[in-house]
């Protein structure tokens, strides 16, 4: 993999000034495939600087202009597709397909979206005897994890660029080579310099100085709920805004007039998809005690289907943490119906796909986010328990209710407290608003309710 050993900042690729780098590592076979450098605080502070200088020419910028830059982003990305498709491979481990169709076929729609939302969106509104504008937030610090790399970079630059703010991205660890690719992508869209900006980094070091740096405006956040809570406490103290798209724990619920092999065939893929490293995964199944084991039998079979055709987890730390996990659930009394705690093979962070019966609802594995391909299904014995489960934790991220019509699940859907659920398997839309409700996050993501995240308001009255 070609790595830049270098910083993009003020339209340019510059050495850090730190003398340590990272290694990016490809979970599926542990070899070291690139070198990228750890970024320190004054490497953040340059890029804050660029942004800000670049802020009120971007900000001024027309939003049809805007569009055309976000068109060529989107564009730029395109020419890409394969190779950042290839590199998602390489250092998150996504079975390449899953890297084409979703790691980039999604992102390039979101850029899309914004592409068309920055020309049609209305940035000045009319109340009574006021003129409201909405202005760009101003210099805006993404931090973003990596399991979805590229989308998670897309969510937050795009809107933002849409906004007219400016931009410095601190991506993860991990992935620091997809952003690399952003940056070059950035780079031939032709946005000014400054406008974007990527410092690659540590978490507890370039990430936090730039959450910290005073002249960041907005911080956006997407990772672990621990390291959201100390982002959004930093953020408190500065007064400034802040965004937290943070960790999940969604139920599926099946009601008894569900047609049960799709909502448990769906729900199994569900988990299994990306490796579990999904935050908005349906990793609790609750099933009508009367249809529970004819669930645990599709799903375990389900389950055990995948065999080969996962990918490994991101890096040694999640499969011990993983593996860690199935063994407290064991430990707990819950039953292993497919998968394990062993590792499936000698090489490479794989983790079996894993279905447990008889959780209970106070479970660690239901309670906790274990972020790998592990499912566990709790029984109810009516509505209200059911909504009670599904309730019954500190996350509300997603969800999805299978039922005989829409109609019915609709109606235990709005009971949920959660901030998107899929009605009887509805697709996914990179226009609605992706967000958590307690505490999986403060803000949404997509579309123009992700667009107004980066906008603060101004009234003339006359
Ligand atoms: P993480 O919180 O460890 O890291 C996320 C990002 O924060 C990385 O770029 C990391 O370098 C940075 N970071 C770490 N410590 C920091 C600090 N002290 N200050 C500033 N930045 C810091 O999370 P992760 O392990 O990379 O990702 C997994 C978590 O992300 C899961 O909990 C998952 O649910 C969550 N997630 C949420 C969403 C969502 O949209 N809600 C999406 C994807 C992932």
């Known amino acids: 993999m070609k790595a830049h050993d270098g910083m993009y900042i003020d339209g340019e690729w510059r050495a850090g000034t730190g003398n340590t780098t990272i290694s990016v590592v490809n979970p599926a076979d542990e070899q070291t495939i690139a070198e990228v450098p750890a970024g320190t605080a004054e490497d953040i502070d340059a890029a804050v600087r660029a942004a800000r200088a670049a802020l009120p020419g971007w900000a001024a910028t027309p939003p049809a202009e805007r569009s055309v830059r976000i068109a060529a982003l989107r564009d730029a990305l395109a020419v890409r597709k394969d190779e950042l498709a290839e590199t998602i491979t390489a250092e998150l ?4 397909p899953f890297s084409e169709a979703v790691q980039v076929g999604l992102p390039l729609k979101v850029a899309g979206s914004y592409a068309d939302l920055a020309a049609s969106y209305p940035f000045e509104e009319k109340v009574g005897n006021s003129t409201v504008y909405l202005e760009p937030v101003g210099v805006v610090g993404a931090i973003t994890p990596w399991n979805y790399p590229l989308h998670q970079i897309v969510n937050k630059v795009a809107p933002a660029l849409a906004a007219g703010c400016t931009i410095v991205l601190k991506p993860a660890e991990d992935t620091p080579l997809t952003a690399q690719l952003f940056a070059e992508a950035a780079h031939d869209a032709g946005l000014p310099p ?5 410092v690659t980094g540590l978490g507890p070091v370039a990430g ?3 959450a910290e740096h005073p002249d960041v405006d907005l911080v956006s956040f997407t990772g672990s709920t621990a390291v959201g809570r100390q982002i959004g406490a930093t953020a408190g103290a500065a007064v400034k805004r802040v965004a937290l798209e943070l960790g999940g724990k969604s139920a599926n619920v099946i009601l008894p007039s569900a047609d049960l092999a799709t909502a448990v065939s769906r729900g199994v893929a569900n988990v299994m998809s990306n490796s579990g490293q999904t935050c908005s995964a349906w990793t609790r199944m609750l099933v009508h005690s009367e249809r529970y084991e004819e669930a645990v039998e599709l799903a375990a079979a389900a389950a055990a289907k995948y065999g080969d055709r996962i990918g490994p987890l991101v890096n ?6 993983v593996r860690g996990y199935i063994e407290k659930g064991v430990a707990e009394g819950a039953r292993l119906v497919a998968g394990g705690p062993e590792a499936p093979r000698e090489k490479g962070y794989f983790v079996s796909p894993t279905v447990f019966a008889d ?6 594995i239901a309670q906790e986010e274990i972020f790998g391909p592990v499912l566990s299904i709790i029984r109810y014995e009516d509505e209200d328990d059911a909504l009670r489960i599904a309730n019954g934790t500190v996350y509300g991220l997603a969800g999805a209710v299978w039922a ?3 109609a019915e699940a609709v109606a235990f859907a709005r009971r949920l407290d959660t901030g998107q659920v899929d009605i009887n398997g509805g697709r996914f839309n990179p226009l609605a608003p992706f967000g958590g409700y307690k505490q999986s996050g403060v803000g949404r993501e997509l579309g123009a309710h992700g667009l107004a995240e980066y906008l603060q308001t101004k009234s003339l009255q006359f």
């Open 194 to 198: 400054g406008v974007f900006n990527l």
């Open 93 to 96: 481990g996504s079975p390449l």
């Open 316 to 321: 040694a730390k999640q499969q011990q943490r």
């Open 404 to 406: 005989g019509d829409d």
């Open 359 to 364: 959780v209970t609802p106070d479970m660690t």
């Open 208 to 210: 936090q100085a730039l």
